[in-house]
């Protein structure tokens, strides 16, 4: 069951988040495909894949460039947004060990210039381990999962932990919304079941699985803007 669309926006405001419920307090489900713990001060992302689209460019793929502004610019929107003191992503920060690049290492360094005081975590992903840390100068800690903050355990794949609120990447949820007639939509979602929410991919040039939820189960969807 959906049980509401948050639209793709700038604002913090009705129609752009969604609170949910948590082992450890509420927890702000935001349409920039991030969420935000008030307790902690804590904004998650997951799946941000930076420097894939280059990494698919050496294959000779032709893709689009820009992605990886894109992304860190979207990061930057939601952390002046929420204000935390520090941000966890949970897996998948570099894409592959060929994403790596004077390029990639430069927008890095200047996006971490304008964030120096916010503290920052990588919850190890598949891709992460391929890629290797990210290098030393960014000031981002590596963990491995799970990582338990208060009642939230931090990881890259779905799983459940007694007791716990497991955050999550890994899949890339999607819903399919069906409309008037044959008309349908598929758009990226928070998949919250008991005990475990995963998170949408925050990249913006990543695939998506499509789920159907089951009883006790939601899916929030993210809208783009109308």
């Known amino acids: ?45 997951a799946d941000i894949h930076l420097g894939k689209a280059a990494s698919f460019r050496k294959l000779g793929v032709p893709v689009p460039a820009g992605t990886t502004e894109e992304n860190l610019q979207r990061l930057t929107a939601a952390i002046s947004l929420f204000k935390p003191d520090r941000l966890f992503v949970l897996g998948d920060f570099i894409h592959a060990e060929s994403s790596h690049s004077p390029e990639l290492s430069d927008k890095l ?13 990588l919850i190890r992903g598949n891709h992460d381990k391929k890629a290797g840390d990210p290098e030393v100068a960014l000031g981002i800690q590596s963990l491995d999962e799970p990582y338990k903050l208060g009642g939230l355990a931090l990881c890259h794949h779905p799983q459940t932990l007694d007791g716990f609120t497991v955050l999550a990447g890994h899949t890339h949820p999607a819903v399919v919304l069906k409309g008037k007639g044959r008309s349908r939509m598929r758009l990226p979602c928070f998949h919250v079941q008991q005990g475990a929410i995963t998170f949408p991919s925050f990249g913006s040039f990543t695939g998506s699985y499509t789920i159907t939820p089951q009883a006790g189960e939601s899916a929030i969807a993210v809208s783009p803007m109308s």
């Open 109 to 121: 360094q200047h996006w971490r210039s304008h964030h120096s005081q916010l503290e920052l975590f």
């Open 1 to 45: 069951m959906v049980l509401k669309i948050i639209r793709s926006d700038a604002a913090l405001d009705q129609d752009t988040c969604a609170d949910v419920a948590t082992c450890d307090g509420p927890l702000r489900l935001h349409s920039l495909k991030v969420a935000f713990s008030p307790k902690h001060s804590a904004l998650f992302a």
